[in-house]
């Protein structure tokens, strides 16, 4: 008897599994895919992802239209490419000076390649015009409704939801492309205005479902899968303490330099990884490591033995879809050797080659029909 109930249990499981879609009724017929794909996916690969990766690279950032630093070490795009919005509708290139309309031209690329696009915001201060990480004031409160700043929050809002918009393809039937979209990161650090120390878990969760419910409702924006983000945490409620709910949130994703770093154990990014991809799996979620990287890249073997094999070899983390390592930066003034990617000629290529052979991992020429 005992055991039939345990077969009805997994039986369960498995039905509400099935059953998982978009937080959004109305999300497009191509996001619902896109959730879904990434759902199968989740069972045997690990997607790799690159931020910018179209739009410039260590020691290059002339216009391409499809150039990456990836692609020139080994011959395949990644599969996940991630965007970053901060200053949309202040000015024509964001924080990094990638231009909004090159932008939108690769991120139809991307599409058109079979890969997958994923916005970030390193929003600026809406309170006092400060950039991302001045944290001097508490701002969120101020953005809510009713707050002294609510109205220029909305505009941002507004810009944002022009540029999703504007992600189409096609020419009679335009198709909007679906977006992993990934706002107010990081918020168990105290880094960006939004952190922990600056608002309260109120705060950051009726910023996020302001944030959801206007984008979807108001502006009529479906094609937009939503990614919460957390840096490290401790443990399990620690990660949930800022979760905004099931309804409205797709994946769940963790951002963790610390833990691949100098003064990290993979051990903890695994253990971490675990408590996530155990999370989103109860949900019905896709879980990711949304972002990482060693900046510079020193140890030789870092691709794999400090982050492939560790989540390759724990049947939970595995089970995360995807892995975005940053940006390559083109060789900025202040900070020379900020690249998080390969770079031909560099010294980690013999063991990222491993990892891009490596049966788990999967880029662009590797993905199925995921629309
Ligand atoms: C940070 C750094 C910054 C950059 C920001 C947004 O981690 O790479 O130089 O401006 O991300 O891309």
Same mark, same amino acid.
């Given at each position: 008897?005992?055991?039939? $109930?345990?077969?009805?249990?997994?039986?369960?499981?498995?039905?509400?599994?099935?059953?998982?879609?978009? /937080?959004?009724?109305?999300? @497009?017929?191509?996001?619902?895919?896109?959730?879904?794909?990434? #759902?199968?996916?989740?069972?045997?690969? /690990?997607?790799?992802?690159?931020?910018?990766?179209?739009?410039?690279?260590?020691?290059?950032?002339?216009?391409?239209?499809?150039?990456?630093?990836?692609?020139?070490?080994?011959?395949?795009?990644?599969?996940?490419?991630?965007?970053? +919005?901060?200053?949309?509708?202040?000015?024509?290139?964001?924080?990094?000076?990638?231009?909004?309309?090159?932008?939108?031209?690769?991120?139809?690329?991307?599409?058109?390649?079979?890969?997958?696009?994923?916005?970030?915001?390193?929003?600026?201060?809406?309170?006092?015009?400060?950039?991302?990480?001045?944290?001097?004031?508490?701002?969120?409160?101020?953005?809510?409704?009713?707050?002294?700043?609510?109205?220029?929050?909305?505009?941002?809002?507004?810009?944002?939801?022009?540029?999703?918009?504007?992600?189409? +393809?096609?020419?009679?039937?335009?198709?909007?492309?679906?977006?992993?979209?990934?706002?107010?990161?990081?918020?168990?650090?105290?880094?960006?205005?939004?952190?922990?120390?600056?608002?309260?878990?109120?705060?950051?969760?009726?910023?996020?479902?302001?944030?959801?419910?206007?984008?979807?409702?108001?502006?009529?924006?479906?094609?937009?899968? $939503?990614?919460?983000?957390?840096?490290?945490?401790?443990?399990?409620?620690? $990660?949930?303490?800022? $979760?905004?709910?099931?309804?409205?949130?797709?994946?769940?994703?963790?951002?963790?330099?610390?833990?691949?770093?100098?003064?990290?154990?993979?051990?903890?990014?695994?253990?971490?990884?675990?408590?996530?991809?155990?999370?989103?799996?109860?949900?019905?979620?896709?879980?990711?490591? @949304?972002?990482?990287?060693?900046?510079?890249?020193?140890?030789?073997?870092?691709?794999?033995?400090?982050?492939?094999?560790?989540?390759?070899?724990?049947?939970?983390?595995? #089970?995360?879809?995807?892995?975005?390592?940053?940006?390559?930066?083109?060789?900025?003034?202040?900070?020379?050797?900020?690249?998080?990617?390969?770079?031909?000629?560099?010294?980690? +290529?013999?063991?990222?080659?491993?990892?891009?052979?490596?049966?788990?991992?999967?880029? +662009?020429?590797?993905?199925?029909?995921?629309?």
């Amino acid at each position: 008897m005992r055991r039939h $109930y345990i077969t009805l249990f997994i039986l369960c499981l498995f039905a509400l599994a099935a059953n998982a879609q978009p /937080i959004d009724p109305s999300a @497009t017929r191509a996001t619902v895919r896109l959730f879904e794909s990434l #759902r199968e996916v989740q069972e045997d690969h /690990i997607l790799y992802g690159h931020q910018d990766a179209l739009s410039y690279g260590y020691h290059w950032n002339e216009y391409h239209k499809r150039r990456s630093d990836v692609n020139d070490v080994c011959g395949d795009f990644p599969a996940v490419f991630g965007w970053d +919005v901060g200053k949309i509708g202040q000015q024509d290139r964001n924080l990094d000076k990638v231009s909004f309309d090159h932008m939108r031209d690769w991120i139809k690329q991307v599409y058109k390649m079979g890969g997958i696009s994923t916005i970030s915001w390193h929003m600026d201060n809406p309170l006092t015009g400060g950039n991302a990480w001045d944290t001097g004031e508490r701002v969120v409160a101020s953005i809510l409704p009713g707050g002294s700043h609510h109205e220029l929050y909305r505009q941002r809002l507004d810009a944002f939801a022009d540029f999703a918009h504007s992600l189409r +393809v096609g020419f009679i039937f335009k198709k909007k492309i679906p977006i992993i979209f990934r706002p107010f990161h990081e918020h168990t650090g105290s880094w960006f205005w939004w952190g922990q120390p600056h608002c309260t878990p109120e705060e950051y969760i009726a910023l996020w479902r302001y944030t959801v419910d206007y984008l979807r409702e108001e502006r009529g924006v479906h094609h937009l899968l $939503y990614g919460y983000s957390p840096d490290v945490f401790r443990d399990a409620g620690h $990660y949930l303490e800022c $979760y905004p709910g099931d309804d409205y949130v797709d994946l769940l994703g963790l951002d963790d330099y610390h833990d691949v770093g100098d003064h990290g154990s993979s051990d903890e990014l695994v253990r971490r990884l675990r408590i996530v991809a155990q999370l989103a799996a109860d949900r019905g979620k896709i879980a990711a490591l @949304t972002e990482t990287g060693s900046e510079a890249i020193p140890d030789e073997s870092w691709w794999t033995e400090r982050l492939l094999y560790p989540i390759k070899n724990d049947p939970i983390a595995s #089970r995360i879809t995807y892995i975005l390592t940053w940006r390559n930066a083109n060789h900025e003034h202040d900070r020379p050797d900020h690249h998080y990617g390969p770079v031909p000629g560099h010294s980690c +290529v013999p063991d990222f080659m491993r990892f891009y052979e490596d049966e788990m991992t999967w880029f +662009v020429s590797d993905l199925p029909g995921i629309y």
